[in-house]
């Protein structure tokens, strides 16, 4: 599995109780998970993440920023993260948890 993502969250009890907190949420399913990534990975990705453009993006009750897509991104170590969650361990980590199958892509942004 990705070394990038906290090995405590692996524990299949907790994946189960994901699976229950996503299911159970309203208005719509959804899960925050606290300390997803290793801190040091983190840290390192928010580094990089702070160089990029972000654009504001709105609709009618929220507005934000967001980067594109991090696929498009020239940094080395965005591009290292981004790819290391392209792996069917990592889809099937997110199909345990959402009850969701998943096709093998990946849009990922920074907001």
């Not at 189960?16 to 997803?36: C, D, G, S, W, Y």
């Not at 009618?60 to 361990?89: A, C, G, P, R, V």
């Not at 998943?102 to 849009?107: I, P, Q």
């Amino acid at each position: 599995m990705n070394a990038q993502i906290n090995q405590k969250l692996l524990n299949e009890s907790l994946i189960r109780q994901l699976n229950r907190t996503f299911t159970k949420a309203n208005p719509f399913p959804h899960v925050h998970i606290e300390n997803f990534l290793e801190k040091k990975a983190a840290n390192s990705l928010l580094k990089e993440i702070k160089r990029l453009k972000f654009k504001e993006k709105q609709s009618d009750l929220f507005s934000f920023k967001q980067t594109n897509d991090l696929y498009f991104s020239k940094s080395k170590k965005i591009k290292e993260f981004y790819n290391s969650f392209l792996n069917w361990k990592f889809f099937d980590l997110l199909s345990k948890i959402t009850g969701k199958k998943f096709s093998g892509t990946l849009d990922m942004s920074a907001s």
